[in-house]
């Protein structure tokens, strides 16, 4: 019973204040900044300004033109194999405590992706020539 009233006690809105205090400095920060950048900002917009940045290179074409899907395929192929790495990252920590069983486990685990990085060469995703 003595635990129950302790931890009512302990969970009063006075000890959110800190936090609540923190919110509202971060919060009145990010607006006093975005406030004073618009208003003290120079505001010449000529037409070299107004103009879409695309990394230094000029724009050619339509945007809205077909693009091919190898870059992405490429690209969500390697995420899944990054990810592949970061399911190793508690077996390297726990290897010993894990014994054998956990290096089946791991093995089994990169199997299955080396025969999924089998397929995507068989079926050609990597091949860049069209």
């Not at 129950?4 to 509202?24: C, G, H, R």
């Not at 917009?45 to 879409?52: E, V």
């Not at 945007?63 to 399911?87: N, S, T």
């Not at 894990?98 to 397929?119: H, K, P, R, T």
Request: aromatic residues 16%.
């Amino acid at each position: 019973m003595n635990l129950l009233l302790e931890a009512s006690i302990a969970n009063t809105p006075m000890n959110f204040f800190p936090l609540a205090l923190q919110v509202v400095i971060a919060v009145g920060f990010v607006v006093l900044m975005m406030v004073g950048t618009h208003m003290l900002g120079p505001k010449r917009r000529t037409s070299d300004k107004l103009i879409n940045f695309e990394s230094g290179i000029p724009s050619v074409g339509n945007a809205r033109q077909p693009m091919g899907i190898k870059y992405f395929l490429v690209a969500i192929l390697f995420v899944l194999f990054d990810v592949e790495v970061i399911f190793f990252y508690p077996y390297a920590v726990n290897f010993r405590y894990l014994g054998q069983e956990g290096f089946l486990a791991v093995v089994m685990f990169v199997a299955f992706f080396l025969c999924g990085f089998i397929y995507i060469v068989r079926k050609g995703a990597l091949d860049w020539e069209d």
